[in-house]
């Protein structure tokens, strides 16, 4: 509703509080009721008058008295007391059964005019209507709607406090009729009540007077005459000097346009896609953010990556997307700034760091491997023994002529093909180059991993060591590299913990190194060790003795030879960190009195007059029997049982032995080689070899069974590579291989898995060839070994 | 930092490689091989890729998320190495 706002038109009214208090902020409707109302009494008309005046002064309003118990006394500006006097005068001894009808009954639906209506029906309380409301109100039973009403009209409500006396009586009356209900219970449903209806005094709310009269009232003949005397003074108006027309002008009010313009309120449109995983996000962070459902904008082909489920990277993920967008659009030249772009956002970290994290190395090696397989996808999956598959996309380099004819070849079915070599890769970088390839070592556990040690042979021109750990995916840079300090001359890996790499150098000294993990140093060192080798170690063994002698031995030992004459073992304690170098210093004496054709051993002091010691083998299945061979040209079969005495010696070579090897297929054969150009085959127990082999006039200096066949075996002089088929020829390599011009091929590794072959030279490149066309037959030919040693001594005989 | 320019620089080397981009989450380069153009029109139409493709990933399982992705063409090979705060592209044409 709208009360008129205050026009103070009329004199101002002072409110002291004095007077009584009235509600002035509904007295615009009241003054409607009150004007339609028929005053019989003075007293009302004169606070009906005052009513008004009181309505006039809105001022009154707001200062609505919130002092209690005053009574507000409005003066006029003369001075008058125009306090208006309370229409109602409570009797508080009825009982106003009829107030629970009003306050219990629901207002809320009622109007305004209704409200009001009823509550003049009961005249119940009416000092002003104004208070009886606010008592109303402030009693507190009336229902909500009643609120409503209440606020319409008026902003503060008193305090309940605040109650006049008469609301006090109402609020008396109320409790009675409270304290009535209350007493009334289930038992006194059932009692006959008597109801007394009595009628009460009429009150006159509305009095209409009606403007017709009949002719038979009582009245009639004074209105008659009324209405005649007054259509007389209408006619004596007109011409009559008593009566003067006047006319008026009412002021139009300047009239003024006002206009307001606000700023335009800028709209934003914001969409997100919500994925299936950007649910799952947010329900794994803890649900901080909620999904927006809502349309999608033009940029729905952008599928939109939220990292984190926080308001503003979201945003900032859209921006991106429509940064990516634009900037297919428009090259805009601030794009194109090579600088990092600075977000001020935790969340997006320096490009520095990005390039220093640990994922981005992680990722460059994965993407390193990746390209090297792509370069090298066929010749590893000729490795693998995998068909190789012809890039369908890549131009047809070679003439077709020459395919064909190949094909044709490989389809012939009058001669076998030839075996050859083809070579594959070769694992070779810039820092190997020009270092002489003096071992290879397979790891135990992963079969594509290869290490190889660098240094060379000769005692000059000695150089710091290397060792490489190659791995088959990334042919062209090492996995690991560990710089020694003197030249890396013997490799082997452990079987137990495959990690454990046991390098033996040029100087004596012998270290491991964990090749698992970063650090370029060795785990352990014998250079502090009192019994280290003084002379370079020609091979590192580790060995697994089954047959303990000793609590001490078993497990895996490291056994090495050197060329101060003696083969030691090297323990390593079963203790965490303390890694104490016990060497179980078995000396074996190499010297050999030629004339007097004894064997001499030697204690432990060291002479000069030891065989340095060259290689050694210990044989496959029973751990305590090994063969040694010495710069004298003598095999020796050892035990680790007696270290005094050898079991066997065996003679034939003329030169230093570079490599003794069992053969894994018959455990009584071995192979040996030397610088005096010959391999020979021996049987154990006997001490003239059995066969022996020469192709070239060249130092061999390793020597390897192949692994697949008993037949075969793969030899590794300065000058080429040599594949010898004991099936098929005896006096002949079945494959020759001749080495680069200028360089040494100095050692020779077989593949386990794979039908490949690994060449180390002197120029630092470990170069991989595939066996093609070659086959020794089925199974592993022991049979065909054991028959041509057969008849090798038969022939002999 | 020096093994990571040593790598890169490798990874240059190669067999190949034409280029290699690193460009941070938002799509802007910050190291590149190649020129200016190229660049910019390799982050921002890769980001696109990488993101649909990461998108379809975790959307059949959200648990899961894209480690790598290879785009095989006629021409050449795009490999991204995607992350979470960057992307690692590098481009080879293996058969020159």
């Known amino acids: 509703m709208s009360i008129p706002t205050a026009k103070l038109k009329k004199p101002t009214l002072k409110v002291t509080p004095s007077s009584r208090a009235m509600n002035i902020s509904t007295s615009g409707i009241l003054r409607l009721n009150r004007s339609a109302t028929y005053a019989r009494s003075i007293n009302a008309s004169v606070s009906r008058k005052s009513f008004c005046l009181a309505a006039d002064s809105k001022i009154l309003e707001k200062s609505s008295v919130q002092t209690p118990k005053h009574t507000i006394q409005v003066l006029d500006e003369n001075g008058k007391d125009v306090t208006p006097r309370p229409v109602y005068q409570p009797d508080p001894a009825a009982v106003q059964s009829k107030h629970s009808k009003i306050f219990a009954s629901d207002t809320s639906g009622g109007t305004m005019s209704d409200f009001y209506s009823t509550t003049y029906q009961t005249t119940t309380n009416a000092s002003f209507a104004g208070a009886f409301t606010r008592s109303l109100f402030g009693s507190g039973s009336v229902s909500i709607g009643s609120q409503s009403i209440m606020e319409s009209m008026s902003e503060e409500i008193e305090d309940p406090s605040s109650k006049r006396d008469n609301s006090i009586s109402l609020s008396d009356v109320q409790v009675k009729r409270e304290e009535v209900k209350e007493l009334i219970q289930e038992e006194m449903l059932d009692d006959m009540v008597d109801l007394y209806l009595v009628e009460s005094d009429t009150l006159c709310l509305l009095d209409m007077p009606a403007i017709s009269v009949s002719v038979d009232s009582m009245e009639a003949e004074s209105v008659k005459e009324r209405n005649s005397r007054y259509t007389e ?111 001020p956002s935790e969340s997006k970290p320096d490009p520095e760091l990005i390039l220093q994290s640990e994922e981005f190395q992680q990722h460059l090696f994965v993407m390193e491997r990746i390209i090297l397989e792509n370069i090298y996808q066929p ?130 000294t012998i270290a491991t190194y964990n090749v698992q993990s970063r650090e370029k140093t060795p785990v352990i060192d014998s250079s502090d060790c009192v019994h280290k080798h003084t002379s370079p170690v020609w091979q590192v063994r580790w060995i697994n003795h089954e047959r303990a002698l000793s609590g001490e031995d078993k497990g895996e030992a490291l056994i090495s030879v050197s060329a101060d004459g003696r083969i030691s073992k090297w323990f390593l304690r079963k203790g965490l960190d303390c890694i104490d170098l016990m060497k179980l210093k078995r000396t074996r004496n190499d010297r050999f009195k030629r004339q007097v054709g004894e064997k001499e051993r030697k204690s432990e002091a060291l002479i000069s007059r030891q065989a340095p010691g060259l290689c050694f083998d210990f044989h496959p299945t029973d751990s305590n029997i090994y063969l040694a061979g010495t710069e004298e040209g003598h095999i020796h079969k050892c035990s680790c049982s007696y270290n005094e005495q050898f079991l066997e010696t065996y003679q034939a070579h003329k030169g230093p032995l570079y490599r003794i090897t069992w053969s894994p297929f018959c455990s009584d054969v071995f192979l040996s080689c030397s ?123 | 930092m020096a093994e990571v320019e040593e790598t890169l620089k490798r990874i240059q080397s190669q067999k190949g490689v034409q280029g290699i981009i690193i460009v941070n989450a938002e799509g802007i380069p910050i190291k590149t091989t190649l020129d200016n153009s190229s660049t910019v029109q390799y982050a921002g139409l890769i980001h696109q890729s990488v993101m649909k493709a990461r998108s379809t990933v975790r959307d059949i399982d959200p648990q899961n998320d894209l480690t790598f992705l290879r785009i095989r063409s006629k021409k050449n090979e795009i490999m991204i190495a995607p992350d979470k705060d960057y992307f690692l592209i590098v481009i080879q044409n293996p058969s020159d």
């Open chain 1, 233 to 343: 003074l209408c006619k004596n108006r007109t011409g009559n000097d008593k009566y003067m027309g006047r006319s008026m002008q009412t002021f139009n009010g300047a009239s003024k346009t006002k206009e307001v313009q606000s700023e335009a309120i800028t709209m934003a449109d914001a969409a997100t896609i919500a994925n299936n995983w950007d649910m799952y996000d947010s329900f794994c962070s803890a649900g901080q953010g909620e999904v927006d459902l809502s349309t999608d904008t033009d940029k729905a082909s952008i599928a939109e990556m939220i990292h984190q489920n926080h308001g503003p990277t979201r945003t900032m993920e859209r921006t991106m997307s429509v940064i990516s967008s634009s900037t297919i659009v428009s090259s805009s030249s601030s794009r194109m700034e090579m600088e990092p772009f600075v977000v």
């Open chain 1, 675 to 797: 610088s005096d150009w010959t391999i020979q085959l021996w049987r154990q127990d006997l001490f003239t070899p059995v066969l022996g082999f020469m192709s070239t006039q060249r130092a061999v200096y390793d020597v390897m069974w192949s692994p697949k066949w008993a037949t075969v075996f793969g030899a590794v002089n300065e000058g080429r590579m040599e594949i010898w088929d004991l099936g098929a020829s005896i006096l002949d390599p079945t494959i020759v291989n001749p080495a680069s011009p200028g360089v040494k091929l100095t050692s020779l590794l077989f593949a386990t898995e794979t039908d490949c072959v690994l060449v180390g030279d002197s120029d630092g490149q470990v170069s991989v060839y595939q066996l093609k066309n070659f086959t020794a037959g089925e199974g592993t030919q022991v049979g065909t070994l054991e028959d041509i040693i057969g008849s090798t001594l038969a022939s002999q005989l």
């Open chain 1, 379 to 508: 010749k590893l999956a000729a490795y693998r023994q995998l068909p190789t598959l012809e890039d369908p996309d890549s131009m047809p380099k070679a003439v077709p002529m020459v395919v064909s004819r190949r094909e044709e070849s490989s389809l012939d079915e009058e001669g076998p093909p030839t075996p050859a070599l083809e070579r594959l890769w070769s694992f070779s970088c810039e820092l190997t180059t020009g270092r002489n390839v003096s071992s290879m070592a397979w790891n135990k556990r992963n079969p594509d991993l290869l290490a190889v040690g660098y240094g060379q042979f000769a005692f000059k021109d000695q150089k710091p060591g290397l060792v490489c750990c190659w791995s088959l995916k990334n042919p062209s840079w090492p996995e690991r590299i560990f710089t020694c300090q003197s030249g890396v001359t013997a490799l082997d890996f452990s079987a137990s913990s495959a990690s454990m790499l046991a390098v033996g150098m040029h100087d004596g």
